[in-house]
């Protein structure tokens, strides 16, 4: 199938009028960068998230209210997905010491509600798990059986003949869920997910992600110079920034604004610049092989007019794989989950962006660079 097999716009003549809108565009995301802010997910700031998921729809003030006041600080609540699903982000990645007496008499309240009077010794404790010890090795594996079933995280400590000691598991989520559990008895729900990252392992995530979309450029730079000539690489490179920038713009500016679409910076996200750089610099390098061909074949002809017919012939392409790949990508947001819509997100609004880069950005520095300096860009 061929579209506008014979379509002849003249894109350079409006390259200034749309440095003008990437500019305003750019100006606005760095301004809303700079006063609101990027907020990034668990994966680089450190901490705990919990996913929760309710059999019923659930008020988000009342899980507020409940969870206000159980020694964990100040808890980030919010709607998770649709209205059954609960996002809770704290800064603690394990439970509070002063929570402890808390922890181990609320389990051996339960213990004594399945064993009455059973004698028991703490064997071990740690920052997230208590060991039992009991005198019986057949009462240890039906204790173990029956705390998991109302909930704890606990087992065996080995599966020998013999064992007499049960562990179970103290986290935030497992302190969580047993006092929502007591709160709100007539809507059961459970723990869909729960990350854990420390301050220090977060920042080093966020200086990973960095330096990979900067030597990500980097090479890409390097290669088309090498491909090319050193304005093409420069031009596409830079169109790349315009891209990236234009992209965390919209995160800044569309953060908790559309519901049930979590704008954070997190790992998932590095993935889906990676992608959108991948896509865009394609994009890019189809336009700029045209270009060369052009000027290969019409040596003489006029920069500008060989520039636009090098882009003119590329627009059936990029508008069906364009188009194709953005209809992929729109089903995967909106039918895509609450984990998946944002990357696909990014991925939609990145590939219009870098669509329209590759012709008002890269080819426009190419064309205003051999125009200025005078330059004949021979192959």
Do not use: C
Request: charged share 20%; hydrophobic share 45%.
């Amino acid at each position: 199938m061929r579209l506008f097999e014979n379509l002849n716009i003249d894109f350079l003549s409006k390259r200034k009028l749309f440095y003008i809108v990437s500019t305003i565009i750019f100006v606005v995301g760095l301004m809303n960068v700079v006063f609101r802010g990027l907020e990034f997910g668990i994966d680089f700031k450190g901490g705990s998230e919990i996913v929760l998921q309710f059999d019923n729809p659930i008020e988000i003030g009342e899980v507020r209210s409940n969870l206000s006041n159980i020694g964990l600080g100040e808890l980030e609540i919010k709607t998770f997905g649709d209205e059954r699903g609960v996002l809770i982000r704290t800064e603690l990645q394990e439970i509070p010491k002063e929570l402890y007496p808390k922890v181990i008499t609320t389990i051996d309240e339960a213990i004594n509600k399945i064993f009455p009077s059973l004698p028991k010794t703490i064997s071990d404790s740690t920052s997230s798990s208590i060991t039992y010890a009991f005198e019986s090795a057949d009462t240890t594996t039906v204790l173990a059986d029956r705390l998991f079933l109302v909930g704890f995280q606990a087992g065996k400590v080995s599966e020998e003949v013999d064992n007499k000691e049960v562990i179970i598991r103290v986290g935030i989520s497992d302190w969580i869920k047993e006092n929502l559990k007591e709160k709100l008895p007539g809507n059961s729900f459970q723990v869909l997910r729960e990350d854990r990252v420390g301050p220090k392992v977060g920042a080093e995530l966020k200086q990973n992600a960095l330096l990979a979309i900067f030597f990500s450029l980097i090479v890409i730079l390097v290669y088309l110079g090498f491909r090319f000539k050193f304005i093409f690489a420069f031009g596409a490179v830079a169109a790349l920034f315009h891209d990236v920038l234009i992209t965390l713009g919209l995160y800044a500016l569309l953060y908790d604004v559309i519901p049930g679409l979590n704008l954070e910076i997190s790992l998932t996200i590095v993935a889906a610049f990676l992608t959108l750089i991948g896509y865009s610099i394609n994009d890019t390098v189809i336009v700029f092989d045209r270009v060369r061909e052009t000027l290969k074949l019409h040596k003489n002809g006029n920069i500008k007019d060989l520039i636009n017919q090098s882009i003119n012939k590329t627009m059936s392409r990029t508008i069906l794989t364009g188009g194709t790949t953005l209809l992929t990508v729109l089903v995967l947001m909106i039918f895509g989950g609450e984990v998946l819509r944002s990357f696909a997100f990014t991925l939609f609004f990145g590939i219009i962006i870098g669509t329209y880069s590759s012709i008002f950005v890269a080819s426009a520095i190419v064309y205003d660079y051999a125009e200025k300096y005078k330059k004949k860009l021979d192959f």
